[in-house]
């Protein structure tokens, strides 16, 4: 009985986390690659687009992630249900702590993700976990979930964090899981969306940009986290020239024609 329930909740957590990858990742890249390339082109961090084959490459990639990340739901919430501090019952812990429970997983995943990042960029660990992640050195809303299987398997660990650390129903958690995916996909999109000076508000200054995570793509180094910058600016790991490149993707355009542009049209 119980490996049916394990092949039931496998096969519904892959079948909806395959659905939410490509209608919100195919949405996003339909959006701000075909729609709104143009008018946006200013906000692009790297000039270039990816290639088919880089696309084609982080879709396959990110097929076997999803297998991968289906398989640790299903072992956590079937085979470790006894064991973990997952629950079903609202009522158990009350609503006030249903909210609660966002962000107290927020910051959890937030220095999961940001220590495990950094141990995979380890010389010894990095080409056999995190160099597939890295093909793609101008991201994509496709590259998401693009990891080696080695890093699936450590990316799906915070749900296993979370189910011996924290109280989490698990409808809370589905819904935390929205949210990252959604979260990931803007860190990859390409362009950045927050307005300009962002960085340097009280606010700002903490939050992980798209803009962050392309200089991490494009350079591999430095700007580790993943909805914050805490940990980056707690331990150095944020890039220097971070700033210089949000105010230049975030500069508006300038109407004022140039003899260049003059000379275009003529």
Same mark, same amino acid.
């Given at each position: 009985?119980?490996?049916?329930?394990?092949?039931?909740?496998?096969?519904?957590?892959?079948?909806?986390? %395959?659905? #939410?990858?490509? =209608?919100?990742?195919?949405?996003?890249?339909?959006?701000?690659?075909?729609? =709104? *390339?143009?008018?946006?082109?200013?906000?692009?961090?790297?000039? @270039?687009?990816? !290639?088919?084959?880089?696309?084609?490459?982080?879709?396959?990639?990110?097929?076997? %992630?999803?297998?991968?990340?289906?398989?640790?739901?299903?072992?956590?919430?079937?085979?470790? $249900?006894?064991?973990?501090?997952? +629950? #079903?019952?609202?009522? !158990?812990?009350?609503?006030? +702590?249903? +909210?609660?429970?966002?962000?107290?997983?927020?910051?959890?995943?937030?220095?999961?993700?940001?220590?495990?990042? #950094?141990?995979?960029?380890?010389?010894?660990?990095?080409?056999?976990?995190? @160099?597939? /992640?890295?093909?793609?050195? *101008?991201?994509?809303?496709?590259?998401?979930?693009?990891? /080696?299987?080695?890093?699936?398997?450590?990316?799906?660990?915070?749900?296993?964090?979370?189910?011996?650390?924290?109280?989490?129903?698990?409808?809370?958690?589905?819904?935390?899981?929205?949210?990252?995916?959604?979260?990931?996909?803007?860190? /990859?999109?390409?362009?950045?969306?927050?307005? @300009?000076?962002?960085? #340097?508000?009280?606010?700002?200054?903490?939050? *992980? %940009?798209?803009?962050?995570? *392309?200089?991490?793509?494009?350079?591999? /180094?430095?700007?580790?986290?993943?909805?914050?910058?805490?940990?980056?600016?707690?331990?150095?790991?944020?890039?220097?020239? +971070?700033?210089?490149?949000? $105010?230049?993707?975030? !500069?508006?355009?300038?109407? %004022?024609?140039?003899?260049?542009?003059?000379?275009?049209?003529?």
């Amino acid at each position: 009985m119980i490996w049916e329930d394990f092949f039931f909740r496998w096969t519904r957590i892959a079948g909806n986390v %395959t659905f #939410r990858y490509f =209608l919100i990742a195919g949405t996003v890249f339909f959006l701000f690659y075909f729609i =709104l *390339n143009g008018i946006l082109a200013s906000r692009k961090m790297q000039s @270039k687009f990816p !290639k088919l084959k880089d696309y084609s490459r982080d879709i396959s990639y990110s097929l076997i %992630t999803i297998l991968i990340f289906a398989t640790m739901a299903a072992v956590v919430f079937v085979l470790l $249900d006894p064991y973990t501090l997952y +629950y #079903r019952e609202v009522e !158990k812990f009350g609503w006030w +702590y249903f +909210y609660l429970s966002f962000p107290l997983m927020f910051l959890i995943h937030d220095a999961y993700f940001y220590w495990a990042h #950094r141990l995979m960029h380890h010389p010894k660990l990095f080409k056999a976990v995190h @160099k597939v /992640h890295h093909y793609s050195t *101008n991201p994509s809303p496709w590259t998401a979930y693009a990891f /080696h299987p080695l890093e699936a398997v450590i990316e799906a660990g915070i749900i296993l964090v979370l189910g011996f650390v924290l109280p989490v129903h698990q409808a809370a958690f589905g819904l935390f899981m929205l949210f990252q995916f959604s979260y990931n996909v803007y860190g /990859h999109l390409g362009y950045e969306l927050y307005p @300009k000076n962002f960085h #340097r508000t009280w606010v700002g200054k903490w939050v *992980n %940009t798209s803009t962050a995570h *392309n200089q991490h793509h494009q350079f591999f /180094h430095g700007n580790y986290g993943l909805y914050t910058l805490i940990w980056d600016r707690i331990f150095g790991t944020l890039r220097e020239d +971070y700033e210089t490149k949000f $105010d230049q993707v975030t !500069k508006p355009l300038d109407s %004022t024609p140039t003899k260049e542009s003059i000379k275009h049209l003529a």
